[in-house]
């Protein structure tokens, strides 16, 4: 009799090589399940065009803005694009797509990504929660596990662009990430120009090395607040600014006038891009329709398409893309 490794009763079928056949067979089976799990990842890591990670060092200087937003100025594009948001504690994508409630929706065995605006598929941790507002605290081996399953289970179809939200500060997920899925293209580290902020983006910098993910380049988030206004035309306007600076402009024609005023500090990120020798990808500057956004579900570059907002990210995405070399055929690599 031609007894595979699997086989339960072996020609000599006494109780220990039964018990030895079963514990083969649950190797095997786990094998293939890691196999089945690679090739999937694979897969994903070809119908997927390009993957960026967006990482700071801190929490609350606008990653998953800049995440959400740099997905929405691509789609603008026309490109088919994702957004895969891993922050299993604050996950607050799903809000800023529009997309609050959602609930998985799994078919066949698939995870489907929930459809936020402008056709941007979206797969957040937060549809796996019962109540938003309670987080989730899962313990290491489980939430890394799970960072891998919605890798290998979504189907996100044939994208041009994946873009990656993380939780703030921490390591494990982004190499989770990094290991599971083949091919990233590189990351996208947000900073505002305050010194605390930047310190955390050097640390990003030289994270990203022991990644062997390449820094695609530097978000200065925060970064002044424009005031539009309008006076008699041609006249001079100041304005008092921030540490007893005087701000001043001449208004056009009609009376119109901007002023930039530099709540924190000016050209933090850029000096650190300089710094570390990575490309400097633009500033995005203080907009409150950010946080108004956050709260009803529009995101500013729905709200003001052609906007000052909608526009630094377009800026931002151009410098990305110059990044980005296509290659259309990532290689299928099984490792
Ligand atoms: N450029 C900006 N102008 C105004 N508010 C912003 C800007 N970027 C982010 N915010 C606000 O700051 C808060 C934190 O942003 P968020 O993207 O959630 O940060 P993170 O993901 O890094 O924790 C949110 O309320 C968001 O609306
Ligand atoms: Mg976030």
Redesign the pocket.
Known sequence: MADSPVTKHGANSGDEATEASAQEQKQMEQAYAQMKRKMSMAEIGRMIKHKVMVL?G???????????GLALSLAQQGLKVGILDI?IT?P?VPK?MGLEGRRLHVEAGRIHPAQGHLGVKVISMAFLLDNEDTPVVWRGPIKLGAIQQFIADVEWGNLDYLII?FP?GTSDEPLTVAQSLPDIDGMVI?TTPQDVALLDSRKSITFSESLKVPVLGVVE???G?TINGKSAPNSEVKIDGPAGKTLKTTCDDQGNFAITIDIFKEGGGESTAEEFGVPFLGK???????????DDGVHRIVSEPEGP?AIAFAKIVAALQEQITDSDEPGLEII
């Not at 801190?58 to 803005?65: A, C, E, N």
């Not at 995005?284 to 956050?294: E, S, T, Y």
């Open positions: 700071s801190k929490g609350g200087v606008g990653k998953s803005t800049v995440a959400t922050d604050g607050n800023m939200d703030p947000v988030n925060m970064s607040y995005l500057p203080f907009d409150p329709g950010f946080v108004r956004g956050g907002s």
